[in-house]
């Protein structure tokens, strides 16, 4: 099943492949670590804004569970918190400062090391990978590949008529960066800053200890939610459950 | 009858729990697509079969963590869907290992 079988120094196998997995896998280790001492700290906003987080929170939790409630107690909680009163009922008419996210200094900061620390490396030992390796095979990939990979692949290589299947160290590269992040969930478990296609998600500004863009609107929301949640009571023939078994 | 009917009422889900069963399966999903990839390497599985042979582990993945749930996949997960994420990672890993293997083993 081996087409063209070309035979490559076998010292390729032990002086570049090895060596760049190796490489690749202990700077993952190394940023995620970095991101850890760099990083500044659970933020956690001022008072104001862990106040509106947590009764939004709390509102969504008796959303979701208030069927296990009974029915008074449901109504009294709903009432409390959409009444005239409410704590909703107040964050919703409040004209709140809208806080611009991108001018907070710390989530900036925050944003720039994470953005800085994942990108400089890929970039620096890619930079070094094709300064030293190149110019020869590495590797091949055991399925094949259409013509147009082959630009992107033989980086340093100029022969045209070469099956696209053999790649050069550059892209042996890049498929471990890519095939290393399930490795290092396993290793650093889960929230590991080495994730590099997860560390480009959170690049948007916000997420769950820091500052809500527009609080007006999320309180509305959630009262508007509230408003129209019905009480179901989960548990009515919980008796008869119990008395079948 | 009132058994069927009460089966529709919610259901309490515990979250850590659940966190922690969809821990276990993603890290199982990397171990065994990372050896599938490496025995397709080791085997010389090229092209077409190489990549029928990861749906194969998919599969067997997916037997053997019902194996796990004793066939009772409810008690454990609010859902089957908690069975399309992570997908593509394990793909990735497939690869890595499978290149890997490969040229390790048939390049010499």
Known sequence: MIRDAITLDPQIRYWVIAPILIITFLFGLIRHYLMIILKNGPSQGSLESVKTMQTLRRSALLRENGHFLPANSFEIRKRHLIGEQGALTIGKDTEGAVKNPM???????????????????????????????????????????????KQLMQRGIELSSLDASWISSMSWYFIGAFGMRGVYELVLGEDNQADQARAMQQQMPGGVGGQIQDEQKAYKAEWEALKITNYKNALENVEKMLLQT | ?????????????????????????????????????????????????????????????????????????????????VLMGGWVTAFKTYILFWTFLYGMIHIY
């Open chain 1, 103 to 149: 001018q907070d200094p710390s989530m900036m900061g925050d944003q720039l090391k994470g953005q800085m620390t994942n990108m400089l490396p890929m970039i620096v030992i890619g930079g070094w990978v094709s300064y030293a390796f190149s110019g020869f095979l590495a590797a091949r990939v055991p399925f094949p590949l259409t013509l147009r990979f």
């Open chain 2, 1 to 81: 009858m009132e058994s069927s009917e009460s089966k529709k009422s919610a259901r309490f889900i515990s979250q850590p729990a659940l966190r922690k069963n969809l821990l276990i399966n993603q890290h199982s999903m990397t171990m065994t697509t990372g050896l599938a990839g490496a025995t397709a390497g080791i085997i010389g599985l090229t092209g077409l079969s190489g990549f029928a042979f990861f749906f194969v582990a998919g599969f067997v993945l997916i037997a053997l963590l019902q194996m796990k749930a004793g066939f009772n996949w409810e008690k454990f997960f609010p859902s089957y869907k």
